[in-house]
């Protein structure tokens, strides 16, 4: 029979429990770490509040340290009969300590230990992405400053357009990345506030020290009104993954051109065969599965996205059992978008270019806005200037094409092909990374002297 924390002794449908439980089990695996953590932090609130003693504070926390051991070598892990992470836990402390291992429970709720389990769970995956992130930037960047002087066609509707250079395509998809960092900022800020004390969401009839709890967890502050509390379960998911959208879609558009350039018929890019999967059939493929995988996953992102909104936004106030439901979508997403992240940075290092074919699909007619502006430049009206050059494209007399150093001297101004601004790219991707870092220095070091070991930082 399946083990719970509401029980009172009576004997509960196996179909319930089933049904009630679910995938619970499944998503609660990757929360053991931060629940144990949570009821380390949960300790100091009560210790500190004088409602657990020294002694037996001192066997709880030497004992929950202990199963946060096992738990990270794998020798501690969710029954199949509890019904949830909170539940191996509680049950596990009882089992060593007898009647102090009840005390834990002592003025929370499994609301705010899945709220405050979660919370670590984001900070740290948002975290983690924020990094990931910088490294796509960064091979992005680098990518950018060897092939700066690379001139290929930009396009748009798919046409070629206008002279464009790899150096600018990929300082580009590394300025977006940057652009995404800041959700992700703003996201942890949000997510950064500890929710122990709130318990179901109205608070209890106890002194606990919610800041203390706060402090040793890592967080930046406490979230004070605890209705606030559990009206955020739900809304901070959808927070975290409305934050890393932007990273799965410009990581998507990135592999989309990869996928473009580097098939037979645009050859800009080499895919090399590291990067490559073949066919079972056809000796001749080299199939670039990573990106169209990348591509799919920033797809099914939408998905991941669409699930959580209606869960957390249709609901009245207080806690309700529909919001177990976000846990799994938001871990698939956040997953998904690390993996997307992690590919893509290990990708663009191994990226070959082919100066030739680059070279040679610089058609004429991609210069007739150069040649129009040089007009306007003469003294022309510019709407003139562009009828006459459509009308010597039109007769078969395309412009004059322009070679590489034309084409550079005359893009001079910020963010063009011969002004990339790659300096301060780099010093930004730099700021970025410190900054990143120190945040998440701060929180490995509170969760290790919290824990009595060294964590380890990702």
Same mark, same amino acid.
């Given at each position: 029979?399946?083990?719970?924390?509401?029980?009172?002794?009576?004997?509960?449908?196996?179909?319930?429990?089933?049904?009630?439980?679910?995938?619970?089990?499944?998503?609660?695996?990757?929360?053991?770490?931060?629940?144990?953590?949570?009821?380390?932090?949960?300790?100091?609130?009560?210790?500190?509040?004088?409602?657990?003693?020294?002694?037996?504070?001192?066997?709880?926390?030497?004992?929950?340290?202990?199963?946060?051991?096992?738990?990270?070598?794998?020798?501690?892990?969710?029954?199949?009969?509890?019904?949830?992470?909170?539940?191996?836990?509680?049950? @596990?402390?009882?089992?060593?300590?007898?009647?102090?291992?009840?005390?834990?429970?002592?003025?929370?709720?499994?609301?705010?230990?899945?709220?405050?389990?979660?919370?670590?769970?984001?900070?740290? $995956?948002?975290?983690?992405?924020?990094?990931?992130?910088?490294?796509?930037?960064?091979? =992005?960047?680098? &990518?950018?400053?060897?092939?700066? *002087?690379?001139?290929?066609?930009?396009?748009?509707?798919?046409?070629?357009?206008?002279?464009?250079?790899?150096? =600018?395509?990929?300082?580009?998809?590394?300025?977006?990345?940057?652009?995404?960092?800041?959700?992700?900022?703003?996201?942890?800020?949000?997510?950064?506030?500890?929710?122990? !004390?709130?318990?179901?969401?109205?608070?209890?009839?106890?002194?606990?020290?919610? @800041?203390?709890?706060?402090?040793? =967890?890592?967080?930046?502050?406490?979230?004070?009104?605890?209705?606030?509390?559990?009206?955020?379960?739900?809304?901070?998911?959808?927070?975290?993954?409305? $934050?890393?959208?932007?990273?799965?879609?410009?990581?998507?558009?990135?592999?989309?051109?990869?996928?473009?350039?580097?098939?037979?018929?645009?050859?800009?890019?080499?895919?090399?065969?590291?990067?490559?999967?073949?066919?079972?059939?056809?000796?001749?493929?080299?199939?670039?599965?990573?990106?169209?995988?990348?591509?799919?996953?920033? $797809?099914? &992102?939408?998905?991941? =996205?669409?699930?959580?909104?209606?869960?957390?936004?249709?609901?009245?106030?207080?806690?309700?059992?529909?919001?177990?439901?976000?846990?799994?979508?938001?871990?698939? !997403?956040?997953?998904?978008?690390?993996?997307?992240?992690?590919?893509?940075?290990?990708?663009?290092?191994?990226?070959?270019?082919?100066?030739?074919? *680059?070279?040679?699909?610089?058609?004429?007619?991609?210069? @007739?806005?150069?040649?129009?502006?040089?007009?306007?430049?003469?003294?022309?009206? &510019?709407?003139?200037?562009?009828?006459?050059?459509?009308?010597?494209?039109?007769?078969?007399?395309?412009?004059?094409?322009?070679?590489?150093?034309?084409?550079?001297?005359?893009?001079?101004?910020?963010?063009?092909?011969?002004?990339?601004?790659?300096?301060?790219?780099?010093?930004?991707?730099?700021?970025?990374?410190?900054?990143?870092?120190?945040?998440?220095?701060? &929180?490995?070091?509170?969760?290790?002297?919290?824990?009595?070991?060294?964590?380890?930082?990702?």
């Amino acid at each position: 029979m399946t083990r719970t924390l509401w029980g009172g002794g009576e004997r509960l449908s196996e179909q319930v429990c089933a049904f009630t439980v679910g995938d619970d089990r499944v998503w609660d695996a990757p929360l053991l770490e931060w629940d144990l953590l949570g009821t380390l932090g949960h300790l100091v609130a009560l210790e500190n509040g004088g409602l657990v003693g020294r002694r037996d504070a001192g066997r709880l926390r030497s004992a929950i340290r202990r199963l946060l051991a096992d738990a990270r070598r794998g020798a501690f892990a969710i029954g199949e009969d509890d019904e949830d992470v909170h539940t191996a836990v509680e049950h @596990a402390l009882v089992a060593r300590l007898g009647a102090v291992g009840e005390t834990i429970h002592l003025g929370r709720s499994r609301n705010d230990q899945v709220a405050v389990d979660l919370r670590l769970y984001l900070k740290d $995956a948002l975290l983690s992405l924020g990094t990931s992130l910088l490294d796509v930037a960064d091979a =992005l960047a680098e &990518f950018a400053r060897r092939h700066r *002087c690379v001139l290929l066609p930009g396009y748009t509707h798919q046409r070629r357009a206008m002279p464009s250079t790899l150096g =600018l395509w990929a300082a580009g998809y590394a300025e977006l990345l940057l652009d995404d960092l800041g959700p992700l900022s703003a996201a942890l800020d949000l997510i950064d506030r500890s929710p122990l !004390g709130s318990a179901a969401g109205f608070g209890v009839p106890l002194p606990l020290d919610r @800041a203390a709890a706060a402090r040793a =967890l890592g967080f930046a502050g406490v979230q004070r009104n605890v209705t606030a509390v559990a009206a955020s379960r739900g809304k901070f998911e959808v927070v975290a993954l409305a $934050a890393a959208w932007g990273v799965a879609h410009d990581l998507g558009k990135l592999a989309w051109d990869v996928i473009l350039f580097t098939s037979e018929e645009f050859g800009f890019l080499l895919l090399p065969a590291e990067l490559a999967t073949g066919s079972s059939i056809m000796p001749n493929k080299r199939n670039p599965d990573v990106c169209e995988l990348t591509r799919g996953r920033a $797809a099914l &992102f939408d998905g991941y =996205l669409a699930q959580a909104v209606p869960l957390a936004g249709k609901l009245p106030g207080g806690y309700h059992r529909d919001l177990q439901l976000t846990k799994g979508t938001v871990m698939r !997403g956040l997953d998904a978008v690390a993996e997307m992240a992690a590919m893509m940075a290990a990708a663009i290092p191994q990226l070959g270019v082919d100066r030739e074919r *680059c070279t040679a699909a610089l058609s004429p007619e991609l210069f @007739a806005t150069d040649e129009a502006l040089r007009r306007a430049r003469g003294g022309a009206p &510019f709407r003139a200037a562009y009828r006459e050059v459509a009308a010597k494209l039109e007769s078969g007399a395309p412009p004059p094409a322009l070679g590489l150093d034309a084409v550079l001297v005359s893009r001079t101004a910020l963010g063009n092909p011969g002004n990339l601004g790659l300096a301060e790219l780099r010093r930004e991707i730099g700021r970025c990374r410190r900054a990143l870092a120190g945040r998440r220095r701060r &929180f490995a070091r509170a969760l290790a002297a919290l824990a009595g070991v060294p964590r380890k930082e990702n």
